[in-house]
């Protein structure tokens, strides 16, 4: 495969116009840390962003940063570290569920998060990644310079492109400019650690908790396997709930007394302070306690239905794994080959919901469905959209396109 590294908007555009002209499809990536997404790309020639980098502005003020798609995330992190921001949504950095010897820790860059739609435990409270791509200019598949949205946020009419391109993985154009709204970083940061018997029993106080006014940032429900694997000693129980708790500090240990007079009187709870707690979520939202293992699948479902369907998946199979978002993103790991299988079946008798393959073999990858099988409705708008933006589908071919459900 052909590489290409692109450095300016005019040479992004000059290869996209030549790849139109003589049909070859093109691989799009930053730095490659989510190849392992998505079905694999067979394409001529690669579009390689990893030079495409650089701050363009960045205005603390405003709570506005512009940079270009290739900018490490890490990059990104750091400058608004600087001035105590942050991204609101929380990307998770995965690299190292696909890493090998010779990996980069920090290759992540701010247009794959965007182009995959990556958010963290905190979008149960923030929102996702979409909701903070304030705006962006990008090449299309017709080989076309186009921009959408603006510094500020403010209803318009027409259509709202930055919804359509987070989470597209390149298959609709290819991001130039990316302007993000940011926050106030917290002042302190406390996890609420609550050991009880099953997952079950924790979901429901994570549920309590998430119901009341405390307005918690992050939830996470882990079996005791997980627990020991996150250094976090919840003696004989099987299982705990872990609330995080953002904010000023005066008002996050007030909201701290809140969750003990919701527990029941006999109930432990212990905490975690700002640099223990930072380092828990981050584990968490990287999925590192499962980082290991062959194959993950990250679903979406209904908060109250998650510790339901991860035991039924867990009846049938042998899987590790834990809850997030208050319960309504379910972690799985496992290695059976009809792991696929049991989850699609699962899935659709407890609520429904989005089984997404996150991590497998490239032999596995190219046989199922790695995103959700969409009824055939779904998946004509979306194959029209795509033709829209990219009609000889010269971008990312096949990578998100799954089996159409019945």
Avoid at 81 to 99: D, K, M, R, T
Avoid at 185 to 193: F, G, Q, R, T
Wanted: net charge negative; aromatic share 6%; hydrophobic share 40%.
């Amino acid at each position: 495969m052909k590489l290409l590294y692109p450095d300016t908007l005019e040479s992004l555009q000059n290869m996209v116009a030549e790849a139109l002209a003589e049909e070859t499809a093109l691989k799009i990536e930053g730095c490659g840390t989510l190849d392992g997404v998505g079905r694999p790309v067979n394409a001529q020639k690669c579009i390689s962003m990893k030079n495409y980098t650089g701050i363009i502005d960045y205005d603390p003020a405003e709570l506005v940063l512009v940079a270009r798609a290739g900018t490490r995330l890490r990059e990104v992190e750091e400058l608004l570290a600087s001035e105590n921001q942050l991204l609101a949504f929380e990307p998770p950095h995965f690299n190292s569920l696909y890493e090998d010897a010779n990996a980069q820790p920090t290759n992540q860059t701010i247009g794959g998060v965007i182009g995959a739609g990556l958010a963290g435990s905190r979008r149960i409270s923030a929102g996702s990644a979409r909701d903070y791509l304030l705006g962006f200019t990008a090449i299309s598949g017709r080989a076309e310079l186009f921009k959408s949205g603006s510094r500020v946020m403010k209803n318009v009419t027409g259509y709202d492109l930055s919804k359509l391109m987070t989470g597209s993985f390149g298959t609709l154009a290819i991001m130039d400019e990316i302007t993000l709204k940011v926050l106030p970083a917290p002042e302190v940061a406390y996890s609420c650690i609550v050991p009880t018997s099953d997952m079950f029993a924790a979901q429901k106080i994570v549920g309590q908790i998430f119901a009341s006014p405390v307005e918690a940032s992050g939830g996470v429900i882990v079996p005791v396997e997980i627990a020991k694997a996150l250094s976090l000693d919840i003696g004989e129980q099987g299982a705990a709930a872990i609330i995080r708790i953002e904010g000023i500090e005066i008002s996050v240990l007030d909201r701290i007394n809140q969750i003990r007079e919701l527990l029941c009187k006999t109930q432990e709870c212990f905490l975690l302070e700002n640099q223990e707690t930072t380092e828990l979520w981050r584990a968490l939202c990287n999925g590192k306690p499962l980082s290991k293992s062959d194959q993950i699948w990250q679903i979406s479902t209904p908060p109250a239905s998650g510790p339901s369907l991860f035991k039924a998946i867990s009846d049938r199979t042998d899987i590790s794994g834990f809850l997030d978002w208050a319960g309504g993103l379910v972690w799985i790991a496992g290695k059976s080959e009809n792991l696929h299988d049991i989850i699609r079946t699962e899935l659709a008798s407890h609520g429904g919901g989005h089984a997404t393959l996150l991590k497998a073999d490239i032999n596995l990858r190219q046989h199922i469905s790695v995103f959700q099988p969409l009824p055939s409705a779904l998946h004509a708008l979306e194959m029209r959209v795509r033709d829209a933006f990219d009609p000889r589908h010269i971008l990312n071919p096949n990578r998100t396109l799954p089996a159409i459900a019945s």
